[in-house]
């Protein structure tokens, strides 16, 4: 018989069946902390497999059951069977089965969500196993921290490179649970990616540890903060999402390439931005003077465009982005970097462009399958000497541009650049790479 997805324990007489394995979830608080009816599912087992913590757990468990009158007087306890090494456990589950005798199997939270459930799907099959999950170390972190985790993402570093969790950085996710490995470092490698993607002012990091046990602890570790000395390895991290800080004294940045956590984002779309990386070249390319007009064109939060305006505060800069709710946010940027655009637009290159001065320099950002009309416009506009500079993701793209600026008589200079960023690896550093961009220039006599 197949198990009922979503059937609640005590929905039905809580005995096992006969040849269907009982999985029963439990978090940090270890039995006595189980549902009583899992508790009875226990009691009626002939055999009870699980970890070797859990495991250490049971004869003590038992003799108290017998105490208090749960068990009949000549119970015996369960045969047990580690799944520390889960194919060892698998010939004795299967005489069990085959013999009808009631068999239960303790997991850690809920068993199909990075636990053991995958592997005894597997093995057993839907039709043999019943599934009673503990609530998760995931749902437990952001229920002791009163947030709502609808909008939050999770990623695991169990045995893994830590490389999909700087990728899963760049797109600043509202709130990101991190499962660590505490052989590869656990939180403080959390901390480290976290630092070395420039962020660490962009997230609180919350410390979670023994959740479900009556003694564990929840904390948050500013940047500077140790972590604790006694830090259990049975822990996860949220990263959780700040507003960002004022700041106090915008002369005290460094003079360009400033950090990405720096730029507030759209809520709705963080990490569509400039890297740091990129935005350096792009500053270079530019060749700004230091007085004329420069155009950013879909500006984004305004972070190519504002830099620039740090450099050469004499250029009055002019940013267009055609999302709602730009203008706003870049203007905020503006201040928080203190400078001061000539003009703020939101609306769709190339018409909007009509309402802007003549530019010396032009860097366009966006504009999509549009972006060769965009082009012609800007060279109709671009003044003698100008420079435009074009950063693209496809060669396709290059393709399609490149004769453009030709045919205007533009001296065209390509160039592709790949950035990496240092992320840990056991005692080293890995180099996890940033997304490769082709940037296109073209300078007018």
Request: hydrophobic share 50%.
């Amino acid at each position: 018989m197949a198990p009922v997805a979503g059937k609640a324990l005590g929905s039905e007489a809580m005995a096992g069946r006969p040849g269907v394995l009982e999985v029963v979830g439990n978090d940090a608080g270890g039995l006595a902390a189980l549902p009583l009816a899992a508790q009875a599912l226990i009691r009626s087992a002939a055999l009870v497999a699980g970890p070797r913590r859990l495991l250490g757990e049971l004869q003590p468990w038992w003799a108290a059951q017998a105490a208090a009158g749960l068990l009949p007087p000549q119970a015996t306890c369960p045969e047990l069977v580690p799944t520390d090494r889960p194919e060892a456990a698998w010939p004795a589950l299967e005489v069990a089965l085959a013999d009808g005798r009631p068999a239960v199997l303790l997991a850690s939270g809920d068993p199909l969500w990075f636990g053991i459930g995958r592997l005894l799907l597997q093995r057993f099959g839907p039709e043999r196993l019943r599934f009673h999950p503990a609530p998760s170390s995931l749902q437990l972190a952001f229920a002791r921290l009163g947030r709502p985790w609808q909008d939050a993402s999770w990623i695991s570093l169990h045995g893994r490179d830590p490389e999909p969790l700087a990728a899963a950085l760049q797109k600043r996710p509202p709130a990101l649970a991190v499962l660590t490995d505490p052989s590869r470092g656990g939180a403080e490698e959390v901390r480290r990616i976290l630092a070395a993607s420039g962020l660490e002012m962009a997230y609180a990091v919350w410390l979670c540890e023994r959740l479900g046990h009556p003694e564990e602890r929840v904390q948050r570790l500013d940047p500077g903060d140790p972590l604790p000395a006694d830090c259990d390895p049975l822990h996860l991290v949220l990263l959780i999402a700040e507003p960002a800080a004022p700041l106090v004294d915008p002369a005290a940045l460094p003079l360009f390439g400033l950090d990405d956590g720096l730029f507030l984002q759209h809520d709705d779309r963080p990490g569509l931005m400039t890297k740091r990386e990129v935005r350096i070249q792009l500053l270079a390319d530019l060749e700004l003077p230091e007085r004329g007009v420069l155009w950013d064109i879909g500006a984004g939060v305004g972070s190519v465009g504002l830099e620039a305006l740090r450099l050469r505060p004499g250029l009055a800069g002019w940013f267009l982005e055609q999302r709602g709710g730009s203008a706003p946010l870049i203007a905020t940027n503006a201040e928080r970097l203190g400078v001061r655009p000539a003009g703020i637009l939101e609306g769709r290159a190339p018409e909007a462009l009509a309402a802007l001065p003549d530019p010396d320099r032009v860097l366009i950002g966006g504009g999509g399958r549009a972006r060769a009309v965009v082009l012609a416009a800007v060279l109709e506009r671009l003044l003698p000497g100008g420079v435009v500079v074009i950063p693209l993701a496809t060669v396709e793209a290059l393709a399609e541009l490149r004769p453009q600026l030709e045919l205007a008589g533009c001296r065209v200079v390509v160039s592709q650049h790949q950035a990496w960023r240092g992320a840990p690896l056991a005692d080293g550093t890995r180099l996890a790479p940033l997304n490769p961009v082709l940037v296109l220039k073209g300078s007018r006599a």
